[in-house]
């Protein structure tokens, strides 16, 4: 594989330019069994996936497909008692999400206003005028700063208003590095 070989700074330049499958990182699924699911410690077998993965820099992670399909069908409130029963913290779906984010080095940021929210993608240590320029080049070019607020505080305070007078709402400039979960209002002028 591409990634496995060792080559100078120059040789990668080149090489990256090939664009070779086997130069990407993996993710590694396991599908296991309800009793491993809930094992606190792998199966030997699973073991093995998991210690290969690391090796080669890659991440391995176990889900069941059998209670996936199970908690496909039930409703929020349903999966939440179900998962619950098996003490697991969350559904398969979101645990291959948030390691595919790892693997990529991905974070989202959220934008919002009364009629819409949305969630953008960004590479890990992206600036603040940089995520800007995702929602729109303009953003980027005339960016003053960006006021900013964490996901989990919004669900805390659970307004503006509160998180402001809490303190919770702070300003931010071109050298902001953008953080997993930041809710952020982009000022800018053009």
Known sequence: MARTFDCTSEEVLIIKQLHLLTRKRILYVANVDEEEITATQRSEQTQVLFDFAKKENNIAIRLCGKLEQELAILDSTEQTEYLRGYNLPEIGLHKLIHAAYSLLDLETFFTGSPKEVRAWTVRK????????????TDFERGFIKAEVYQYN???????????????????EGRNYVIQDGDIIFFKFNV
């Open 125 to 136: 240590g992206t600036t603040a005028p940089t995520a800007a320029g995702e929602i729109h």
């Open 153 to 171: 505080d919004m669900l805390q305070y659970s307004s503006e208003t509160v998180l402001r007078d809490a303190g919770k709402i702070r300003l």
